[in-house]
């Protein structure tokens, strides 16, 4: 089982998540469309850590933010400083 | 290079039990090389094999970081079909089929293509629509396509259960008779000894660590074996496609997800076709040896990670018994998984990068093994010509900054 660190409801099994994919930068107001589009299609998509949106659809309906390695699936929450 | 295969070769060897020749050689790396492919899989060692035949490019080298066919190659579910939503997708793919179906003989290999005919189920109204969509466009592409209603499907597949009162009524599907599967480690072996006898290396156990670009401009690879000079680098991986991107400098539009698969132990042959259902993400065909492959759709988050999940295998379990109920007795043997290089439009990105010399052939999420042939045939003579072959500039990269996503979704998703 993969435990996804839900800041409202404690560890729960990664089920019970969607994951929304990794974050990235949103393009400023006023930029034209490439930046838009490189932020719509491009991915770093790391092996390894990977700051990513979650969904937690079965429990607190709330979307969260944590760190996951894709080479092994561990799931950490973000570090203090970047919760602020 | 070993006589060619025949029926008296392996009658002569079978009496004399001489060892058979290696299929291809082990070489060391040459300090220089005209093209460096990169992943000994289908699609990099058929684009080997097509450089040499078709274009007389003999100075190729296939780097693969473990064994040949060892990735997506050798872990899919080996299904092979045309019946796709766009008509690109149907050009692309129907060329596939034709190749695949002369393979054995261009090859002398035995690839063990068995065209059984392809269902594509369809469990609701929306479903059917599309299935018609679908069957038009095949038939205006010259695809033999058509929509069958359940009737028909239990007569081509009577273990399925197409009774009204189930979760998921089958109400009619797709047939595709030239569908079918093959044996996919025979198509790597095939294209490698092909490739070897024309003049290729493939070099197994060959990490790429670095790409090095200067000026806009391909020079060389840098490999776990030392450095190599080269003016042409083609990315052909599936899974670490964007980590073989980043090494050129090129962002790529892909995302990695594991797909998993299962198979069965053993059974009589009952099952006459490839049946697969999108809604309940579960495709099915029986193997030559009488085992059932299964396979599912991606895994619901991105990974690298292979390793497999006991809710694939409730999940997969339940999905078979709902299309399958007599199989409930029938034990998983193993379940595996592989990667899949997911992009946002369910399409291949195929061509050339804003890195001069750097070609990629990936993206190939869940549909790569079906489009080992033409994709190696098409990549062979983009490289050799340096002009895009129409059956694939519409999957160019470009295409993700300049908004022109090819839509190939309703097929492509779960649909092998």
Known sequence: ?84 | MGARYSAFGLLRRGLTRDDWPRAWRVHDLAPAYDVVIVGGGVHGLATAYYLARNHGVRNVAVLDKGYIGGGGSGRNTAIIRSNYLTPEGVRFYDRSVALYRGLAAELNFNVMFSQRGHLTLAHNDSSLRTMRWRAEVNALEGVDSQVVDSDEVKALEPYLDVSSDVRYPILGALYHPPGGVVRHDAVVWGYARGADARGAQIHQNTEVLGIDVAAGRVRGVITSRGPIATGVVVNCTAGWSTLISDMAGVAMPVTTYPLQAAVTEPVRPFLNTVVVSGTLHVYVSQTARGELVFGASVDPFASYSMRGSLEFSEGLAGHVLELMPSLAKLRLLRQWSGLCDMTPDYSPVMGVTPVEGFYVDVGWGTYGFKAGPVAGETMAELIATSKTPELIATFDLARFTEGRLVGEKGAAAVGH
């Open chain 1, 1 to 84: 089982m993969i435990l996804v660190p839900c800041p409202h409801c404690g560890a729960r099994n990664a089920s019970e998540f969607r994951c929304v994919g990794e974050q990235r930068a949103r393009p400023g107001d006023g930029t034209g469309p490439e930046p838009w589009r490189s932020y719509l299609y491009l991915r770093s998509n790391p092996a390894g850590w990977v700051t990513e949106g979650w969904y937690h659809r079965a429990g607190c309906r709330r979307y969260l933010t944590v760190e996951r390695d894709t080479l092994t699936n561990e799931v950490r929450p973000l570090p203090a400083e970047d919760l602020a």
